[in-house]
């Protein structure tokens, strides 16, 4: 039998996307309406953002292990998180998480090896292009990660947290973002993560000036490759 696939949900439509993409996914695995279970569990965004305000990485682990508690009752064998920013928590979490964890940025890490990409241009909420989630995870691969600049940073995190976490897709800001990427095709990179957990909402393969890592679904395949061994 596949194991149970617990999922760690902050932000609503990134969430959604991870379980829909198990789901849908899924049968190409197990068979015509097969997937594995799943068990996703959402504590209220609004007790986040104060922790995410003055950077408390213990603080968001709280509520990570309050979640896995809920994911480990429910019979979930190992844990995911859509969301990329939160995984600066994970030192604070592992030691004292009732189930095992995979890794966002480690199987975009993954999948930009076996692409052969050399240089990627990163994308995220401000915290996350700034912090310390992806850069050791590409050094162990041996990719240098590209990051924009302060500016658009900020402007990025802007669309975020001010549309793409409400589902507010709008032609402008993909516009935006596809001067990003243009950016960094120009700086060498050979793609681009999409190292948010809703920006894959906005920016595809198809109207991306690269290719792009969509950390939301190499997340969910991750855990479906797992679930099913």
Not at 60 to 81: H, N, P, Q, T, Y
Not at 86 to 101: E, G, N, V
Not at 214 to 229: C, H, I, N, Y
Request: aromatic share 8%; glycine share 8%.
């Amino acid at each position: 039998m596949a194991q149970h696939i617990g999922i760690v949900a902050c932000s609503i439509p990134g969430a959604a996307l991870c379980y829909e993409t198990i789901g849908i996914e899924g049968a190409k695995l197990m068979g015509e309406w097969g997937h594995p279970e799943m068990t996703l569990h959402n504590i209220p965004m609004s007790e986040y953002v104060p922790f995410f305000e003055r950077e408390d990485w213990p603080g968001i682990a709280g509520l990570m292990l309050r979640s896995a508690e809920v994911l480990a009752r429910a019979g979930a064998d190992f844990l995911i998180c859509p969301d990329n920013t939160i995984h600066q928590a994970f030192p604070y979490l592992l030691d004292r998480s009732p189930r095992p964890w995979l890794h966002i940025a480690e199987e975009v890490a993954r999948k930009a090896k076996r692409c052969g990409y050399r240089r990627v241009g990163l994308t995220g909420t401000k915290l996350l292009m700034e912090g310390p989630v992806y850069p050791p995870k590409f050094a162990e691969v041996g990719i240098e990660l590209c990051l924009p600049s302060p500016e658009t940073r900020q402007a990025i995190n802007r669309i975020i947290f001010e549309e793409l976490v409400y589902l507010k897709i709008l032609p402008e800001s993909l516009a935006y973002f596809q001067q990003v990427i243009e950016g960094f095709k120009k700086q060498g990179c050979q793609a681009v993560a999409l190292s948010c957990t809703e920006i894959p909402l906005l920016v595809n393969d198809s109207n991306s000036p690269l290719p792009t890592l969509d950390s939301t679904r190499l997340l969910a395949r991750a855990a479906l490759r797992k679930a099913v061994g």
